[in-house]
Each structure stands twice: as C-alpha cells, then as structure tokens.
C-alpha cells in the first residue's frame, strides 16, 4: 500500500474503525517527507492534528487551521476574530474558500503533498475533558501525565500491535468495546478494587479490568420547524422504514454507532439488527459524523437524526439560543437507540508506572474528578455513586437505557461485520 504513493498522484484508503488508517497516515506523511518533498496532513480534529504533531509530524492540521495559517501567511484579514477557536462552523466554510482563493497564491511555500485522515470518531470536547482531568490530577498529586490523543479505535489497534512492548500506562476510550478488545488479548491489569467500588458495577468491566468513568444517552435530534414531538418514533427501527425516507441521519462510521446496534442484535437478534441495516442503507441519509448530523438537522438539510444526547449540547452552546432551531426526542424504555455509552479507563499490562497509574484510574471516579466531569462543557453524565452533572441535562435518574451491561457489548466484531455487510462502511 505504501509503495503506490511513488507511483500515483492520488489515492483513496477506506477501512473500518480500527483497520489502521491513521497509522497508514502517518507513515505516508514520513515516506514523503524522506523524498524530500513538503507534505501536510489534513484531519478532521484538533486533537489528532495535535497528537500528529507531537509525533514528529510538524505539518498536521484541521482544515480550519490549515485555512487560518494560509490565511496569515498570505496577510489575508482573518474574519470574526483572530483566533480560530472564536470561528463558527460558517466562517471555517469562508476562510477555508478565501484561503483557497486568495492565500494559496501568496503563499512563498506550499505543499507538494496532502494526506487527509478523517478520524471521525474522536471529538475536540473529548480531549478538552482528558486534558482537563489531567491536568487537575497533575496539580493535586504532583504526577505529570503525557496525554496521546486519537481515534478510539485506532489506539485500540496500536496497543494490540504493541502488546506487552506498549510504552503506554493507561488506555481511556470513548466507548466499551475497544476496552474490551484490548482486554481480550489480555492486555489489561486488574483495577484497584475501591476504584471500582466508586462506580456502580453495571458501569465497569465484568472482569474488573476497567472502571466506567462518565457516561452519554442515544437520543433523537429533531427540527423543530419540521417536527412536532409527536410525530417521532418511539423505536429506533421504525426510522429505518420507508415512511421516513431522506428523513433520518446518521453516521455509520462513528464508533458511538455500533454499539447501538450491537444492542439491537442482544434485544430483537442478529436478524433484526440486519433487516434494521438494510433499511438504514435503502432510506435514511448517511453522514460523516455526529457532528455533521446535528448540524443537518438544525439547519433544516434533514429532519431528524440519530446521536448521543452531548452532541446537540454542544450545538446549543457553539451556536446560542437564537440560532437554534432543534430539540432531543428520548426513544422509549429499553430502546436500543436509548443505549447508555460509557467512557472507561483501564491499566495495561505493560504499564511501567503502575502505582501512578493506579492513582490516576481512582482520581477519574473520585470527587473532584467527577466533579471536572459535572461542571465541564462535554455534557456528559459522570458515573461515580453520589456524583450528578451540573449541566441542564436530562436527569440521569430519568434515562430509560436497555438493561445491557459492556460485556454484552463484547468487542464489537460482529457487529462490524454487519455493517460491512451492509456496505454501511
């Protein structure tokens, strides 16, 4: 695969969650690199873009801080304040256009080679979240953390790569079944057992092997000008039917997605969770990601999509009352599509700080780690007995999920041979 980047100008990799393509990536941008050309790797979240960078990858960028740094060096006029941070998804559309327009002219030095990596799956309010852990641990125990950032999945990958040589101490994911891929192979140390106690045990690993840390709800994101309340579905798979035909978003490639339907096939069977694909693939309008799907449905591009509760939060705050122009729709109880998704921490085998890691796994379910959880703008619900969100979310007491513990969760196999089948990936 990475003899062809000598011999093509272009080329497109596809693959799953987990198959590698960040890595693939990665080592594209180092062959080139050695060639003595000057290449950029574009991706989709400031977090990867900042973690390839601190691989030695210097020019790693999200679009929009690949326009804004065209932009200055081109001395175009940055638009609605100097930082990118200030930008709203709209402006990022005109500065990425007005660089390419404008700046890539001006510019004295330009690229002779792009690598895009998506990384779909991993958010920048996540990273903010584990920064903000980190960091407040670092303060009370004096114990600095080094933070890599990256898609779930493709972590997952590279530590079952790394087995037992992994430099790595801890492995937080976004969701169950990468932990438990991970744990699979028997990479993971035991958690210290008043660490788990901490979180109600439906929270952790089965085998006590990672500690749940803060959690997120399956909901339906709605347009108001375009819906009523009571025109939505009580059930996830009545959107898969023809009736809401260019009607319903979603993101097949998230790893927030599988999980859901991992869960379909537990309640109704594999048959169900099949027939739910096929319709999904023949009606409803797939989309890159979560956050591409709430802001669909805001705009009124679709009617209404499937995402975990924080992202329309997110929306909420990014974008002001004003200009929003959607609500969350809860499905019923026990509904797959209201599955409860949990973040979780574990210890690997190879860890070389083992005490210090231990520390860090009882501070993330302690007090003031729930509490950075509670207070921060993730929106995400924290786990820990006692601990609740600060946040106007739903309350958590009120969560009607499917009674599904992560072990039937498993590693997510199956599920992604599903979706593969389905040519949802």
């Not at 953390?145 to 493709?154: C, D, M, P, Y």
């Amino acid at each position: 695969m990475l003899d062809l980047v000598e011999h093509n100008t272009r080329l497109l990799v596809r693959g799953g969650p987990g198959t590698g393509k960040t890595l693939l990536a990665r080592e594209m941008y180092r062959r080139l690199e050695a060639q003595s050309k000057r290449p950029v790797i574009v991706c989709s979240t400031n977090a990867l873009a900042a973690g390839l960078r601190a691989d030695g990858l210097l020019d790693a960028y999200t679009v929009g801080e690949l326009a804004a740094r065209l932009l200055r060096q081109a001395g175009v006029p940055m638009q609605q304040g100097a930082e990118p941070g200030a930008w709203t998804a709209e402006t990022w559309q005109l500065a990425s256009l007005q660089a390419a327009m404008d700046a890539v002219p001006a510019v004295e030095r330009i690229y002779t080679a792009v690598v895009v990596d998506e990384a779909q799956d991993f958010r920048p309010n996540d990273w903010e979240l584990v920064k903000a852990l980190a960091g407040d641990f670092t303060r009370r125990s004096g114990v600095r953390v080094e933070l890599r950032s990256g898609n779930e999945a493709e972590l997952a990958n590279q530590i079952l790569q790394e087995g037992a040589s992994s430099p790595a101490d801890v492995f937080y994911a976004g969701n169950p079944p990468p932990l438990e891929a991970v744990r699979a192979k028997g990479l993971l140390a035991a958690v210290a057992p008043t660490t788990l106690a901490a979180v109600p045990a439906t929270y952790n690993s089965p085998t006590g092997q990672w500690v749940g840390v803060s959690a997120r709800s399956g909901a339906l994101i709605y347009n108001t000008d375009r819906l009523k309340p009571a025109a939505l579905p009580a059930r996830l798979v009545d959107l898969a039917g023809p009736a809401w035909k260019g009607r319903f978003a979603f993101a097949p490639t998230e790893t927030d997605f599988s999980p859901i339907v991992t869960a379909l096939a537990k309640i109704a069977g594999a048959s169900a969770a099949e027939r739910f694909l096929v319709g999904l693939k023949a009606n409803a309008k797939a989309y890159e990601d979560n956050e591409a799907v709430v802001a669909a449905v805001n705009r009124g591009e679709v009617q209404t999509g499937l995402v975990e509760h924080y992202y329309w939060y997110r929306l909420s705050k990014e974008l002001g009352a004003p200009r929003i122009h959607s609500a969350l729709h809860y499905f019923a109880a026990g509904d797959p599509g209201g599955l409860l998704a949990v973040s979780g921490a574990a210890l690997l085998q190879s860890s070389k700080h083992e005490a210090d890691a231990q520390r860090f796994l009882a501070y993330l379910v302690s007090p003031a780690g729930q509490r950075v959880i509670a207070t921060s703008d993730s929106f995400e619900y924290p786990l820990a007995t006692g601990a609740s969100t600060r946040q106007p979310l739903r309350p958590f007491a009120e969560l009607r999920p499917p009674a599904l513990t992560p072990a039937d969760l498993g590693d997510g196999k199956k599920t992604l041979e599903l979706l593969q089948q389905a040519n949802l990936l």
